[in-house]
């Protein structure tokens, strides 16, 4: 079985073709992204409508280069997958009409998927792995953290009351003038930054229920940056250090709670995964590794480009639906 997936709900054009084999697994025949990050860094995040058009200009070069890096000619597609949201209407709505027009003219199911589910199947693309597993999605729009038991069974457990945590991390960014996006240079100035130099809140951390709460420590940030005004670099280096420190640890706390909640409500996991854009952070990425050392649950994090926006989680998503 040979699916065409698509994605645009955000700021990323994207198609792929995933084929499952008899046994079941999946295989990348083609991934192509094209990020409109120039399109957007001077307004200091993605502007939908600006997104809606780079969308329409780039969708359909990508699908018939994903067809040809493929190797897959349009009549050996069995269906094309699309993510019908959630995410920006504009973008949304030429994806969908893409997706829509091939599926009509090659008379081939169309398979809507919703955005987060392609997040919270990709573990099975990439590490075949059973059901049920913990999920943390961590991206800029949703931070949850799911028990996913069955392709269409999916039960939140816990997710933030206000900020999602990649948003949190494009605001430090923004208030700090590093730009867009955010979580990518906050990791890289953290590096060279000292972690224990400012005393954040680590908001929620030892409650029971697995929610996260991010806003509190995004306005304790601001609150230094401002009273250190101007900022030299070495400021900003330790205020990302110290952030990052402090969302390392409430990750961390959180999802030690979000494995009780589902150890409580459907037995032991089959693993944590981690999606979405936060999960290319190497210092969560180092984290969870040590909290699954310790718990003795298995860390289960798909290759960075897979975390973030792209083809082929739709795609296979795609194909579990049809499979079905
Ligand atoms: O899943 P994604 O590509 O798009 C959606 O939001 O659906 O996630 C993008 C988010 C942005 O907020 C971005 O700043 C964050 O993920 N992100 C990171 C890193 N890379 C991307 N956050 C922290 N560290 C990173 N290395
Ligand atoms: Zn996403």
Redo the contacts with the bound molecule.
């Keep these: 079985m040979r699916v065409l997936g698509i994605e645009t709900?955000?700021?990323?054009t994207a198609a792929a073709v995933v084929a499952r084999r008899p046994d079941g697994s999946g295989v990348i025949l083609a991934d192509e992204v094209r990020s409109q990050i120039e399109e957007h860094v001077a307004f200091g995040g993605v502007v939908p409508e600006i997104a809606a058009r780079a969308h329409v200009e780039a969708l359909d070069v990508l699908i018939a280069r994903a067809l040809e890096r493929g190797g897959t000619a349009m009549s050996e597609i069995d269906g094309v997958a699309v993510s019908a949201g959630p995410?920006l209407i504009g973008g949304v709505l030429v994806g969908l009409t893409a997706a829509k027009a091939l599926a009509l003219a090659l008379d081939r199911p169309l398979i809507a998927v919703n955005?987060l589910e392609a997040?919270a199947l990709t573990a099975r693309l990439t590490d075949g792995l059973p059901f049920p597993y913990l999920l943390l999605l961590?991206?800029?729009?949703?931070t949850q953290l799911v028990a996913v038991a069955g392709v269409g069974d999916y039960r939140r457990i816990g997710s933030t009351i206000d900020d999602?945590?990649?948003?949190a991390?494009?605001k430090v960014?923004k208030m700090l003038g590093l730009g867009?996006?955010?979580?990518?240079r906050?990791?890289r100035e953290a590096e060279a930054g000292d972690a224990e130099r400012f005393d954040l809140p680590r908001p929620l951390i030892g409650r029971a229920e697995p929610d996260f709460s991010l806003s509190g420590l995004k306005t304790a940030v601001r609150r230094q940056a401002d009273a250190l005004a101007p900022l030299t670099g070495r400021d900003v280096a330790d205020l990302c250090a110290s952030f990052?420190a402090a969302?390392v640890d409430v990750v961390v706390d959180r999802v030690r709670a979000g494995l009780r909640a589902f150890q409580q409500q459907l037995g032991a996991p089959q693993a944590l995964v981690i999606?979405?854009?936060?999960?290319?952070?190497?210092?969560?990425r180092r984290a969870l590794t040590r909290l699954s050392q310790e718990t003795g649950v298995r860390l289960v994090a798909p290759p960075?480009r897979l975390?973030?926006?792209n083809g082929a989680m739709v795609a296979w998503a795609g194909i579990e639906r049809l499979q079905l």
């Design positions: 709900t955000c700021d990323e995410g955005h997040h961590a991206s800029g729009g949703h999602a945590i990649g948003e991390f494009d960014a867009y996006p955010g979580g990518p906050v990791e990052q969302v999606a979405g854009g936060v999960a290319a952070n190497m210092a969560v960075p975390c973030t926006d």
